[in-house]
């Protein structure tokens, strides 16, 4: 059978674990194949923030390969690549005959955490319900065939065959002889592997891998993979799960993912972007680490294994204005759990007071970039950082947060004016730091570290002088910030804004002090040259990064996002709409398109978080000075509704519709305080001060 160009498997998650769903409503070996390179994700288990021992990892996923030097594991460089831990899989047969899949059609339903499957086997057609459970390591098949056949399920710990980069991770593996089940031993953790099938008469071992066989028309396969990362270890999931039954299970799953997307709504007028929409709602909860509260690139090892990065910036703020404020703490939280290594890391690597948070980070806050040790001096991380810690308070009005994030800005604001900033007879400016191209090379002045280290100094300031904590730190901040402005006006060529001094071109570089930064306003006439050469770079194209002729769907939404902000809703839209090849079946997003649309990978959470963000301000922006709402639709939109989106402390609903020239909007103040914020709503414009608890309905013309 061959599988089309946008296939990809089904991706479920609960935070701690990342399961791949393949074409037959269980696991399949096969890789996708729209790949340009032949390594995409075979169907595999992996827990978020359980990687590989150093001392058995053959080699990094080919990805990671640095182009100056072997990727090999050494000492003190670890690479912490996420661990594959195991699969489970299916066969039919009817009579002796076997079954081969000869079509199947899928859907996966992220407001139930559910993939629903049909599957023909040739011998008997199946349909197949497959989820995670949200609150344990529990994944639950169940099949009903329209004939009685055979059912042969197979599960092993590991890896489907040993190749490559593709190993068994384990340091121990023990298999139990009156179950099929196994202790295993990964780095510092015990762990636990068991399948079961509900129906099944007979089960063995051959080498590594049960099967276990029934007869009949309906089964439930359950296969559960625990460990002791977030408590003792529990044997006893697969038969809980048996006493409580399938359709228990299930209805707490759908109970689960219904309430999360509770929190807000968006009727998206175009299919294609709506399920992309809401399976990047549910992959942002799917991926968060429920003890670390970090949200990582993804939970694959495609996805670079689980680890954070800046990237985390476009997640939380997608979160924000969807309503998530408790997903939104939790990722918070991560920086407040990570402190030490961060005070550590500065004082190591850089000899300087203050916090620095180390490029590619695991979920206690280590490094985990192997030898591309010159990424250590890639800060712009740390600015969306501290973008990430204000807006949490910036979207809420939650003072609470402000007086725990405080310490945290603070203490960057120290290492960047340390370590990052030096006074020149020019002024004040960045000092050579390995850009966002992530070559190892420095350069001075790069556009995204100096916008960022801008905006970490002004974040600091407004919140030092919002809980009246003013001193002569953040005095000094005020001064150093107003000379870096200056810097960043040389890098305006009168085109647009230059990578860096000395790099004349554009990258995302270009873009980042207008957003996400933040720091020159969209309609600043620069800004608006800007936008125009960099889509006149990429004209009738996947916008690019770095100079790159390949698409790069995260990029391509940040500059959607400022075309939002400068009413060329049509631009935005068209921006957006040729990012459509990077899309998979399922709506994940790949985080490269090569020139003949091939991907490096599926869900990847950076262009989830962008687009989404970028689809909510063609309806609502969110800026420093106000809201628009509105002023940016495009044409195509006829109508539309949202409902419970977050900005400047209110929470926002309305609707709107072309044909009746109409909009309504809802401000609700669920804070504690009275809240006044400049609004515009299509042409109407104007102060508006909502009271604590009060909603208050506007209805005006469209244009």
């Known amino acids: 059978m061959q599988l089309p160009r946008d296939y990809y498997h089904a991706f479920l998650g609960n935070g701690h674990d990342g399961v791949l769903i393949g074409y037959t409503g269980a696991m399949v070996p096969d890789r996708p194949p729209n790949g340009w390179h032949p390594y995409l994700d075979r169907c595999q288990w992996y827990k978020s923030d359980r990687y590989y021992p150093e001392d058995r990892l053959v080699d990094v996923v080919p990805p990671r390969h640095p182009p100056f030097a072997e990727a090999l594991p050494k000492t003190g460089k670890p690479w912490a690549e996420l661990a594959p831990l195991g699969y489970t899989a299916y066969e039919v047969d009817v009579e002796g005959q076997a079954g081969q899949v000869q079509g199947f059609t899928q859907t996966f339903v992220p407001e139930e955490g559910t993939v629903y499957t049909t599957v023909d086997w040739g011998v008997a057609r199946a349909e197949v319900t497959t989820f995670l459970c949200p609150d344990r390591p529990l994944l639950v098949i169940r099949y009903r065939f329209n004939r009685p056949v055979r059912l042969r399920v197979r599960a092993a710990p590991g890896v489907w065959q040993e190749e490559g980069h593709e190993t068994d991770p384990f340091d121990a593996l023990t298999f139990l002889d009156g179950r099929p089940a196994a202790f295993y031993r990964l780095g510092p953790y015990q762990g636990f592997i068991e399948v079961a099938l509900v129906e099944a008469r007979r089960w063995g071992r051959e080498g590594k891998v049960w099967w276990l066989e029934g007869e009949g028309a309906t089964f439930t396969h359950y296969f559960a993979i625990v460990d002791d990362y977030a408590g003792p270890l529990d044997t006893g999931v697969i038969p809980r799960a048996m006493a409580e039954g399938p359709e228990a299970l299930h209805a707490r799953t759908r109970a689960f993912w219904r309430a999360y997307f509770a929190a807000s709504r968006f009727e998206l007028p175009d299919p294609t972007f709506d399920r992309v929409y809401r399976t990047s709602r549910y992959l942002f909860k799917a991926i968060?680490?429920?003890?670390?509260?970090?949200?990582?690139?993804?939970?694959?090892?495609?996805?670079?294994?689980?680890?954070?990065?800046?990237?985390?910036?476009?997640?939380?703020?997608?979160?924000?204005?969807?309503?998530?404020?408790?997903?939104?703490?939790?990722?918070?939280?991560?920086?407040?759990?990570?402190?030490?290594?961060?005070?550590?890391?500065?004082?190591?690597?850089?000899?300087?007071?203050?916090?620095?948070?180390?490029?590619?980070?695991?979920?206690?806050?280590?490094?985990?970039?192997?030898?591309?040790?010159?990424?250590?001096?890639?800060?712009?991380?740390?600015?969306?950082?501290?973008?990430?810690?204000?807006?949490?308070?910036?979207?809420?009005?939650?003072?609470?947060?402000?007086?725990?994030?405080?310490?945290?800005?603070?203490?960057?604001?120290?290492?960047?004016?340390?370590?990052?900033?030096?006074?020149?007879?020019?002024?004040?400016?960045?000092?050579?730091?390995?850009?966002?191209?992530?070559?190892?090379?420095?350069?001075?002045?790069?556009?995204?570290?100096?916008?960022?280290?801008?905006?970490?100094?002004?974040?600091?300031?407004?919140?030092?002088?919002?809980?009246?904590?003013?001193?002569?730190?953040?005095?000094?901040?005020?001064?150093?910030?107003?000379?870096?402005?200056?810097?960043?006006?040389?890098?305006?060529?009168?085109?647009?804004?230059?990578?860096?001094?000395?790099?004349?071109?554009?990258?995302?570089?270009?873009?980042?002090?207008?957003?996400?930064?933040?720091?020159?306003?969209?309609?600043?006439?620069?800004?608006?040259?800007?936008?125009?050469?960099?889509?006149?770079?990429?004209?009738?194209?996947?916008?690019?990064?770095?100079?790159?002729?390949?698409?790069?769907?995260?990029?391509?939404a940040v500059l959607a996002t400022i075309q939002a902000w400068q009413g060329d809703g049509e631009g935005a839209w068209q921006t957006l709409r040729e990012i459509r090849p990077a899309f998979s079946i399922h709506g994940g997003i790949a985080e490269t398109v090569d020139e003949e649309g091939r991907w490096n990978m599926q869900y990847f959470g950076t262009a989830h978080g962008a687009l989404c963000t970028a689809l909510h301000h063609l309806v609502v922006q969110s800026q420093e000075d106000g809201i628009r709402i509105g002023t940016s639709l495009p044409a195509a939109w006829e109508s539309g509704a949202w409902e419970s989106w977050r900005a400047h402390g209110l929470l926002l609903s309305g609707e709107w519709d072309r044909r009746r020239n109409h909009m309504e909007v809802l401000l609700r103040n669920p804070t504690g305080e009275p809240i006044s914020i400049r609004l515009r709503i299509g042409p109407m414009e104007g102060e508006f001060t909502v009271a604590p608890g009060e909603v208050r309905r506007i209805q005006t013309s469209l244009f």
């Open 288 to 556: 968060q680490n429920p003890v670390s509260g970090g949200l990582p690139v993804g939970n694959l090892r495609l996805t670079w294994s689980s680890h954070l990065f800046w990237d985390a910036y476009f997640i939380h703020r997608a979160l924000l204005e969807a309503n998530h404020v408790a997903e939104g703490e939790a990722a918070i939280s991560f920086f407040l759990r990570t402190r030490e290594a961060a005070e550590r890391h500065a004082r190591e690597d850089f000899g300087a007071p203050g916090l620095k948070w180390d490029w590619e980070l695991t979920h206690r806050g280590e490094p985990a970039y192997g030898i591309w040790v010159h990424q250590k001096e890639q800060v712009h991380n740390n600015a969306a950082y501290a973008n990430m810690l204000f807006q949490q308070y910036a979207f809420t009005r939650d003072r609470r947060i402000l007086e725990q994030v405080l310490p945290l800005l603070e203490g960057l604001a120290v290492f960047f004016l340390h370590a990052v900033v030096e006074e020149t007879p020019r002024g004040f400016e960045i000092r050579p730091m390995v850009g966002v191209d992530e070559r190892p090379v420095r350069v001075r002045n790069e556009g995204i570290t100096l916008a960022g280290t801008i905006r970490l100094l002004e974040r600091y300031i407004r919140a030092a002088r919002l809980l009246g904590r003013e001193d002569g730190r953040v005095e000094r901040s005020a001064r150093v910030a107003v000379g870096l402005r200056r810097t960043l006006d040389r890098l305006y060529n009168g085109r647009y804004f230059q990578a860096s001094e000395g790099e004349d071109h554009l990258n995302v570089s270009s873009l980042a002090p207008i957003y996400p930064m933040e720091v020159i306003p969209p309609e600043d006439p620069r800004a608006i040259r800007t936008v125009r050469a960099y889509r006149e770079r990429y004209a009738g194209r996947m916008v690019g990064h770095g100079n790159s002729e390949w698409g790069f769907p995260w990029a391509a």
